[in-house]
């Protein structure tokens, strides 16, 4: 497993790989992985011929008084779980070799203002204009997300779309600890007492998806009964959204129909914590 800190020197093997007719599948991370990441690396390894990841604590998709300067970094622990998994490349620069003097972004219109980005204005301007770039430097055949991203999913599947760019987004499943919590990195914040808290918003959203197995289609009735259950049965202070979505147009619509996502963000103390369950109908 290669190491690469250096933008040329990365563009260089990746020549190499290309000259070799090897695919690249890529797994675009913040790193402090864990099995979410995992998962994805997996996926990745099943259908490139050569895997590359990238660690980069992006500044750019962070905002002001947001959790930048404490995001969890242990690169010696990411770098084994990265070679136990038989990952080829580590792209992992530093904040000065990807934004000198920078001046470039990549805005997805209406779909990063919506949901996330009505309380995280900059963020996926941040994360479609990184991704672009890692795009460039790396050239992946395949590229891998998780879902539980799922916004930033369809974000990155529009920019594809729209900007012709030659790569294949694969969409990885969500992954979670028995509880049912979504693996996150930022689950490390949470106290021993808010990790009890933690699965209320998963909890949630399966009320949800049972109220519309049983038939209820009324999106707004949906979403006042999931927020309900929320407060009745966790004590959490603040709930950021929670969305009934068409998951193409990420637009919210009066009834549920075909395929719909579930979402929403919520406040375990500080900690943002956000989850998703797509629904077909
Ligand atoms: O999902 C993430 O970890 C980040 O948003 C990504 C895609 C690596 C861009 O910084």
Redesign the pocket.
């Known amino acids: 497993m290669k190491i690469l800190n250096n933008i040329e020197t990365t563009k260089q093997e990746v020549e190499i790989i290309k000259k070799n007719n090897q695919t690249i599948a890529l797994v675009?991370?913040?790193g402090y992985l864990h099995e979410g990441h995992k998962s994805l690396i997996k996926e990745a390894k099943k259908i490139g011929d050569i895997v590359v990841i990238?660690i980069?604590?992006?500044p750019l998709?962070f905002g002001e008084n947001e959790d930048l300067d404490k995001y969890p970094k242990d690169f010696e622990r990411d770098k084994n779980i990265a070679f136990e998994l038989g990952v080829d490349y580590i792209f992992y620069p530093e904040e000065e070799e990807m934004y000198n003097n920078f001046k470039t972004f990549v805005e997805v219109r209406d779909l990063s203002q919506k949901m996330c980005g009505k309380t995280r204005p900059i963020h996926f301007t941040?994360?479609a204009t990184?991704?672009l770039k890692?795009f460039n430097i790396i050239k992946p055949d395949y590229a891998v997300?998780?879902m539980k991203?799922a916004q930033?999913v369809r974000i990155?599947e529009k920019m594809v779309y729209d900007l012709n760019i030659d790569v294949e987004i694969i969409r990885g499943e969500i992954i979670r600890e028995s509880d049912g919590l979504a693996y996150s990195?930022r689950n490390k914040y949470l106290s021993q007492n808010e990790r009890k808290d933690a699965i209320a918003l998963k909890e949630g959203l399966n009320y949800g998806k049972s109220l519309i197995q049983n038939g209820e289609k009324d999106v707004e009735k949906i979403k006042k009964s999931i927020i309900d259950f929320i407060l009745e049965k966790f004590s959490i202070k603040s709930i950021d959204y929670i969305s009934i979505v068409n998951f193409e147009t990420l637009e919210e619509e009066d009834f549920v129909y075909t395929e719909v996502l579930l979402a929403g963000a919520i406040y375990i103390g500080t900690t943002r914590l956000i989850d998703n369950l797509l629904i077909k109908i």
């Open positions: 675009p991370t913040m990238s980069f604590v992006n998709q941040g994360v990184v991704v890692l997300f998780g991203d930033q990155i990195s």
